[in-house]
């Protein structure tokens, strides 16, 4: 999600390469990186598209624990802690995360009020939750759960990945406290096993025994900071040889996902022998909760496998690969927007072919699905051009007041 970090596996961890005069550069792009943001990306559209079923809940929460291991694998986990470079952090996170959430979050706190009694009769509300005044305490205390955020639920996310930064940057600050923070010896990786196995327990009790809602969704960050540091984790380990061949790599990423999509339908909560519920990373809904870490954890080795088979881990790149790098690339400007072209798409698509529309909204058919995708990539690419427009204009803006 973060699009600016994206260091290469030669690079140091801080995201610089050395040349031989010793002048910091900005290392390359992981590509394979940009496109399993890509494939995420388009796994939450897609899900916001179909909105109800078990592909929507598996789509949705494997795209947002993708999420969470990628940031943390392309991260530097000495930044944010580092006395030279940890307020330069912050506040470039506090920058990219926060304050574009907060300016979206309040363009679509104005327009649901704007809306009204349709907004109200569309989203299943009454028409006084569409008051500005308590959205914008809403938007403030950034917990969707109760339909808090009707106004742009997805939006969600954001808040609660400034969470799992703080998080991670406490446990870079207890490994610095015990002085095992010495280059990935051994023990800094069971320590650091340790602490993040505190952190899941935590977010169990919060989100699962307590049912608590916190700011900033802090009782789904406690639980999804398990993806993060395992992105940590994995990028000081070396790469096994079997995974430099795309045969293996394509057999092994079906297996997982068979095994991942399987073990779903053994997790779902049923009544009557009809699905009541799958999992929702946002809702806290784990049906059993070690089976559904399992699940997520499966979903996220077999998608970074396909970015990998679609990449050749950056030695090759084809037509797909680089489009996906391409809304890789962007995914923080789609995850920003996307509520209002698949809003656009869903009433659209009701008024041109209703049966189409069930397809998409309401049955989890192959059909559905594949219409599904091509519309995710479109609404997707609209957002693309509608956030290109606005950073032009606002570009166009603060020069002409500099120029006075």
Known sequence: MEEDVAASGASSRDGTTRSRQGVRQKAPRMIWVDVGRGIAILMIVASHLIRTGPVTDYLGSAAVALFFYLSGYVCDPQQCVRPGSRAAYWRKRFRRIYL?????????????????????????????????????????????????????????????????????????????????????????????????????????????????????????AFTMVLFYEAGILWRSAERPAWMRRRGALAAVFLVLFAASVLLTRENDVRADGRLKSGISIRGDIYPHFLLSM?????????????????????EKQGVASRAMAFLGQRSLSIMLWNKFPVLAVQLGLGMISPHAARWVVKNNTIPGMLLAIILAVLCALLCVVWSTGLKAMWRRTAERCARG
């Not at 509300?125 to 308590?134: E, F, H, L, P």
């Not at 399992?294 to 950056?314: D, H, K, P, R, S």
């Open 100 to 220: 574009p959430y907060v300016g979206v979050g309040v363009f679509s706190i104005l327009l649901y009020a704007a809306g009204g009694r349709f907004a109200a009769s569309r989203l299943g509300v009454a028409v006084r939750d569409t008051g500005i005044v308590q959205n914008l305490g809403y938007l403030l205390y950034a917990n969707s759960k109760g339909g808090r955020m009707k106004w742009n639920e997805t939006l969600w996310f954001l808040p609660c990945f400034m969470i799992v930064l703080l998080l991670a940057a406490l446990i870079e600050e207890i490994l610095g406290v015990y002085r095992v923070y010495d280059g990935g010896t051994q023990r800094q990786t069971r320590e650091r096993i340790f602490l993040t196995v505190d952190s899941v327990l935590l977010g169990y009790l919060f989100s699962q025994v307590l049912r608590l809602e916190l700011p900033w969704h802090a009782e789904t």
């Open 294 to 314: 399992l699940i997520l954890a499966l979903c996220v080795a077999a998608f970074c496998l396909l970015a990998g088979w679609m990449t050749g881990w950056e």
